[in-house]
Structure formats: structure tokens, C-alpha cells
């Protein structure tokens, strides 16, 4: 099974500035033959479900701000929001599925406001 | 608009058994694989189980396999797990996803997820 590590496992940053949540997988998510990273990112906001936010590594879903981006590819992987925002305080969550199943998530990233 | 509602949750005892269901509405419930995927409280997330789109390939968590059933009817456009011989560290709010592709070969993410229900193994 491919292990999915997020650092760091918790990020304090004042608004308006830049948050980086990192993940790194066990083995490459990287298909050559397509060249798509099979890599998404999820926000949770408290008591409710993980919303989708990027996906194929860097493919913003529709609707979310573009202050979110997604980099990164073969086993590192990088989510930014470029300008804190209050309604951004979340836990962030990468999942593969190049290998699946099982599906694997990383442990989370809790965001919180400086 | 792409809803999914899980129900039957509750408080259940060691070695128990419950059954969740999850009504799909707003898409083509035959096409999809569905999952479930659980939280303990305070804790990350854990896939649990996927089924195919058509119910016939079923695969699971190696943490519940042999103890929880998957299935569907597309008739209904209802998922289900049963859970049986329930342990404590199964205490976790479960949630049921759609896969993003049709037909896939689980090879994509979830979207959208339900609100969850809640199962709580405890004596």
C-alpha cells in the first residue's frame, strides 16, 4: 500500500500571508503514460464532511478560490494558499489513488490563524 | 444537485451488528462506484470499502475484511455496509462518496461526500 506523510501535522499563519502543506508518498503516484500525478487535496472544515479542493495534483475544482493551488509531482506534493483567509482555518488532507485500492489519505494538516 | 444521505448510526456494543444505508440523489447512481470511508472522533480519515458500479467487485480495508459487507441496489439508488462483530476502534463517523468518473476503475477521487453518520461500539 502507498504510505501518504503530510507536513506539517499542524500550521499557524497570520492572515494574509502564505500557508504550504506538504505531502510526500511512499512510491510514485506519477503515471508516465498519461503523465498525471493521481494526487487530491480535501479541506474539512469542523463538523463537516472533506470538501474537494484540487485534484490530478494541480486542477483546481470549480469554485474554489484561486488563491488555492496545488504542485508537486512523482512522490512530493505541495498545496498553497497564497493569502490566508479566516474562512481557510481547516484540517487539509492529500489521498492518492494511483494505487487503489485501498485508497490512502494522509494523517491531515490542521490550519489555524496566527 | 448531487446529494447523499447516510442513515443508521447508533450506539452499539462490542460484537454487535448495524446496518448503514446511504440514499444517492442528483446522478446516474448505476455508473458510479461508491465508497465508504470513516473518521474516528478526532482522528484522520480511513477508507473503508468500494464497490463497483454495478455491484459485482467489492474490496476492503484489511482492518474490516471478513466483519463488513458492502453492497447497493441500483434500483434503489441506495449503498450499504454491515457491519458486524463490531470493535470499539470502529467508533467512527462514516461516510459514503461518489467516485468522480463513471465507470472507473477506482482509479479517481471522491465527490461529493455525504454528512456522515455516527457508530459508536462501546459496552
Known amino acids: 500500500d502507498i504510505v501518504m506523510t503530510q507536513s506539517p501535522d499542524s500550521l499557524a499563519v497570520s492572515l494574509g500571508e502564505r500557508a504550504t502543506i506538504n505531502c510526500k508518498s511512499s512510491?510514485?503516484?506519477?503515471?508516465?503514460?498519461?503523465?498525471?500525478?493521481?494526487l487530491v487535496w480535501y479541506q474539512q472544515k469542523p463538523g463537516q464532511p472533506p470538501k474537494l479542493l484540487i485534484y490530478?495534483?494541480?486542477t483546481r475544482e470549480s469554485g474554489v478560490p484561486d488563491r488555492f493551488s496545488g504542485s508537486g509531482s512523482g512522490t512530493d506534493f505541495t498545496l498553497t494558499i497564497s493569502s490566508l483567509q479566516a474562512e481557510d482555518v481547516a484540517v487539509y488532507y492529500c489521498?492518492?489513488?494511483?494505487?487503489?485500492?485501498?485508497?490512502?489519505f494522509g494523517q491531515g494538516t490542521k490550519l489555524e490563524i496566527k | 444537485e448531487v446529494q447523499l444521505l447516510e442513515s443508521g448510526g447508533g450506539l452499539v456494543q462490542p460484537g454487535g451488528s448495524l446496518r448503514l444505508s446511504c440514499a444517492a440523489s442528483?446522478?446516474?447512481?448505476?455508473?458510479?462506484?461508491m465508497s465508504w470511508v470513516r473518521q474516528a472522533p478526532g482522528k484522520g480519515l480511513e477508507w473503508v470499502s468500494v464497490?463497483?458500479?454495478?455491484?459485482?467487485?467489492?474490496y476492503y480495508a484489511d482492518s474490516v475484511k471478513g466483519r463488513f459487507t458492502i453492497s447497493r441496489d441500483n434500483s434503489k439508488n441506495t449503498l450499504d455496509l454491515q457491519m458486524n462483530s463490531l470493535r470499539v476502534e470502529d467508533t467512527a463517523v462514516y461516510y459514503c462518496?461518489?467516485?468522480?468518473?463513471?465507470?472507473?476503475?477506482?482509479?479517481?477521487?471522491?465527490?461529493?461526500w455525504g454528512q456522515g453518520t455516527l457508530v459508536t461500539v462501546s459496552s
Open positions: 462518496a461518489k467516485d468522480s468518473i463513471p465507470y472507473s476503475n477506482y482509479q479517481n477521487w471522491f465527490d461529493p
Open positions: 490530478w495534483a494541480s
Open positions: 489521498q492518492q489513488y494511483y494505487s487503489t485500492p485501498p485508497y490512502t
Open positions: 442528483g446522478f446516474t447512481f448505476r455508473n458510479y462506484a
Open positions: 464497490i463497483s458500479a454495478s455491484g459485482d467487485d467489492r
Open positions: 512510491q510514485s503516484v506519477l503515471d508516465s503514460s498519461n503523465k498525471k500525478n493521481y
